[in-house]
T-cell receptor, first 115, second 108 residues
Framework: DVKVTQSSRYLVKRTGEKVFLECVQD?????MFWYRQDPGLGLRLIYF???????EKGDIPEGYSVSREKKERFSLILESASTNQTSMYLC??????????????FGNGTRLTVT | SQQGEEDPQALSIQEGENATMNCSYK?????LQWYRQNSGRGLVHLIL?????REKHSGRLRVTLDTSKKSSSLLITASRAADTASYFC????????FGTGTSLTVIP
């Protein structure tokens, strides 16, 4: 089974801090994704990556950046955390390249609170 | 640009009953997927139906797809308390767009 591991389940940070959320997958998946999930808004795509060192913006990239230096690791960075970034962050990965659709495999999420 | 919209937002049924959830989407798709999320956890993939399929089964799950109406339904038969979760449909190609989900409660 694919395992997607997010480094923290719960995280509390202060406004203005730089925050790193780490995600590692163990199945050599090409694609990796970061979503945030908020009540009433569902899952919204922040950034995704098709390959090492590649990144593309999703629907809500403002205030975030990402890093993919190794295939198995996809990091989400909050440059200067703000209270409106309090949310559940979900990392996911999937097999195959751009033109194929394969299921997403999710981590268990990181619940980030910014105070 | 959220694509899928699930209906109803919440559903409460007795154990043993069937649960039906609907999903509507906006643009053409290659496939549609259903996911389940237990409280406080990540999503788990349940089933994928391709755009040229009309119905698909997996265990107690039955998914239908009507591309002319841009809609899909997920039926869970003989529900169990353990089916209590949120259910999401997802569409898209390289990116996946999720709806806000249906919260299903199965009462023992």
């Amino acid at each position: 089974d694919v395992k997607v591991t997010q480094s923290s389940r719960y995280l509390v940070k202060r406004t203005g801090e730089k925050v790193f959320l780490e995600c590692v997958q163990d199945m050599d998946h090409e694609n990796m994704f970061w979503y945030r999930q908020d009540p009433g808004l569902g899952l919204r795509l922040i950034y995704f990556s098709y390959d090492v060192k590649m990144k593309e913006k999703g629907d809500i990239p403002e205030g975030y950046s990402v890093s993919r230096e190794k295939k198995e690791r996809f990091s989400l960075i909050l440059e200067s955390a703000s209270t409106n970034q309090t949310s559940m962050y979900l990392c996911a990965s999937s097999l195959a390249g751009r033109r194929e659709n394969s299921p997403l495999h999710f981590g268990n999420g990181t619940r980030l609170t910014v105070t | 640009s959220q694509q899928g919209e699930e209906d109803p937002q919440a559903l409460s049924i007795q154990e043993g009953e069937n649960a039906t959830m609907n999903c509507s989407y906006k643009t053409s798709i290659n496939n549609l997927q259903w996911y389940r999320q237990n409280s406080g956890r990540g999503l788990v993939h349940l089933i994928l139906i391709r755009s040229n399929e009309r119905e698909k089964h997996s265990g107690r799950l039955r998914v239908t797809l009507d591309t002319s109406k841009k809609s899909s339904s997920l039926l869970i038969t003989a529900s169990r308390a353990a089916d209590t979760a949120s259910y999401f449909c997802a569409t898209g190609g390289n990116q996946f767009y999720f709806g806000t989900g249906t919260s299903l409660t199965v009462i023992p």
